[in-house]
């Protein structure tokens, strides 16, 4: 599996963003889905993660309310809408695909990580 994330720019706060991930590969359907992020000189932390068959979310709390991520198999996309966004939701944000069928928020279980898109959110 191939991801691409996208979607990233600069954002005043209070603001939103759609992020996208398109995935390449017949068996994206099969996988949980995950966002993460990475700001600058912080370690990478789980933002939200989807289930492949039953859409199961699952969202890291500083980001519960605000955050929404979704999925179109169909076309190989996983999205995060992300409102009301903050300074602090200033990093680097990647997909990534799990194969696990655990639903993790730990990065350790996801195989396969797109590029990176980043968001800028300025106070």
């Known amino acids: 599996v191939q991801l691409q994330a996208s979607g990233g720019g600069l954002v005043q706060a209070g603001g939103s963003l759609r992020l996208s991930c398109a995935a390449s590969g017949r068996t994206f359907s099969t996988y949980d889905m995950g966002w993460f992020r990475q700001a600058p000189g912080k370690e990478r932390e789980f933002v939200a993660a989807?289930?492949?068959?039953?859409?199961?979310?699952y969202y890291a709390d500083s980001v519960k309310g605000r955050f929404t991520i979704s999925r179109d198999n169909a076309k190989n996309t996983v999205y995060l809408q992300m409102n009301s966004l903050k300074p602090e939701d200033t990093a680097v944000y990647y997909c990534?695909?799990?194969?696990?069928?655990?639903?993790?928020?730990?990065?350790?279980?996801?195989?396969?990580w797109g590029q990176g898109t980043l968001v800028t959110v300025s106070s």
């Open positions: 990534a695909a799990d194969g696990s069928g655990y639903l993790s928020p730990r990065d350790s279980e996801y195989d396969y």
């Open positions: 989807i289930s492949w068959s039953r859409g199961i979310t």
